[in-house]
């Protein structure tokens, strides 16, 4: 039994020890698809994708595949749909294991039915003006939709045709001042010297999007019904990233999703770039997932890139997202307080341990 995780380790702590742990139990093997430099909140990695792979390998991963930046700053639902097609297309997972509030996974199964046969209440909702999150919630009625985990575990079933097990989150929770299972109560007391952030190249970014128009973030994801004009008159109205976040938010726009459409604005990320995953790249492996990585290249539906050469023999779309991913880690590298040169993804080496 090989067991696929999608995962984001921003940082890696000990409630995500205990899910590799829990899940080891019955797996021969656990394959992780993890977020790139960039992930699904709409900000900086704390630490990049090469560093968080050896984590994550030193923890008990043993084969981890990068997902692209173009998939892990979509919405919980494109990000749990590209995260699963990596995982299908490797041809060697068996089984999706996530960590959840609620470790029922046939409640969680009948919640994710209700929510595709409530899909006409949700859309009512939405023209009312409400987020889909909030429509959503109305629309279900369901506690499981309180808690993150559980909305990203709704997802995971949606997409997935593989057998899925829920394992229960412990700690307090998301977004609470537990530093021992919650990543972002880490990140607060990470120094801004030593790790990226978004915040440290604000400069840049503001500049990026004073230089666009409302036609330009029109061409970006999740940006339509006159946001983009909304999106401009902030830019040109403020002084910093937090308070553009705050003056396009409304009760139809939650924080997460504007986070994500300035930075992928900032990336130069479109509409365009939103194509089925190319590739499936390999970030590192140790021993056994060396074994898992071999057996994949013979059975998996997508060519394998284990390094920059590798993608002189793929097909257009497939470069062209290689090379998104390049530029995008250029800019990444001006979030250290000691920014970094360009180049980096391209002399990248996987991790082997």
Known sequence: MITGIICEFNPFHSGHKYLI?????????????????????????????????????????????????????????????????????????????FGAEC??????TDTAKKIKKSDDIIKEKLAEGLSYPAARKIAVQSDILDTPNNILALEYISNT???????????????TDDEK???????????????????????????????????????????SEGLENRIVDAVRSSLSLEEIYDKIKTKRYTHSR?????????????????????????????????ELAAEMKKKALLPIITKYSDIKELSEDAKALFELECRCTDLYNLGYKTPLPCGTEQRSKIVII
């Open 258 to 290: 504007i986070r994500r459409i300035i930075l992928r604005a900032y990336l130069g990320i479109t509409k365009d770039h939103s194509k089925d995953v190319p590739y499936i790249r390999i970030l590192g492996f140790n021993s056994k997932g060396q």
């Open 161 to 175: 045709k593989l057998s899925c097990q829920a394992v229960k989150r412990i700690g307090l929770g998301h977004d």
């Open 181 to 223: 299972f919650s990543a972002s109560a880490i990140r607060k007391t990470l120094s801004p010297e030593k790790i990226c952030t978004m915040k440290n190249c604000e400069v840049a970014v503001l500049a990026k999007l004073r230089t666009m128009s409302a036609d330009d973030f029109l061409m970006i994801d999740d940006v």
């Open 21 to 97: 742990d829990t899940v080891k139990q019955s797996a021969d093997g656990v394959v992780c698809v993890m977020s790139g430099n960039f992930v699904q909140r709409g900000e900086f990695a704390v630490y990049d994708k090469f560093t968080r792979t050896k984590t994550a390998i030193e923890n008990g991963a043993d084969l981890v595949l990068e997902l692209p930046c173009v998939y892990s700053l979509m919405s919980a639902g494109g990000f749990a749909k590209y995260a699963v097609q990596i995982l299908e297309a490797s041809n060697i997972v068996d089984r999706i294991a």
């Open 103 to 108: 470790d029922d996974i046939e409640k969680l």
